[in-house]
């Protein structure tokens, strides 16, 4: 009952920045928790950030903490993730998803899953 499709993704050099826009529909967004993962080829889908249904916490993988932001807007169904000062290793796909749980850190968790939008980030 939730569909999520990212937005934002492209090139850019190492250092720069982009903001990544997930759109939920359903009448329910506001009822689920919601995470970003990112997956390079060849690697895990990992967790990168998580931020809860009225937006009290968030969660940041280390090696994203202190240069990416999440926020979310549920008025406009919509979770953003700002990523500043990027570099070649956050390279990925990046999706978006919502849980209805509450364990941020577990893919299987999630319930539901955007397509996913390609970040390159050059040297």
């Known amino acids: 009952q939730v569909q999520l499709v990212e937005s934002g993704g492209g090139l850019v050099q190492a250092g720069g920045s982009l903001r990544l826009s997930c759109a939920g529909s359903?009448?329910?967004?506001?009822?689920?928790?919601m995470g970003w993962f990112r997956q390079a080829p060849g690697k895990e889908r990992a967790f990168t950030s998580g931020?809860?249904?009225?937006?009290?916490?968030?969660y940041y993988a280390d090696s994203v903490k202190g240069r990416f932001t999440i926020s979310r807007d549920n008025a406009k169904n919509t979770v953003y993730l700002q990523m500043n000062s990027l570099k070649p290793e956050d390279t990925a796909v990046y999706y978006c998803?919502?849980?209805?749980?509450?364990?941020?850190?577990?893919?299987?968790?999630?319930?539901?899953w955007g397509q996913g939008t390609q970040v390159t980030v050059s040297s």
């Open positions: 998803a919502a849980l209805r749980g509450t364990n941020y850190y577990r893919l299987k968790d999630y319930d539901y």
């Open positions: 359903g009448r329910t967004f506001s009822n689920y928790n």
């Open positions: 931020i809860s249904w009225n937006s009290r916490s968030t």
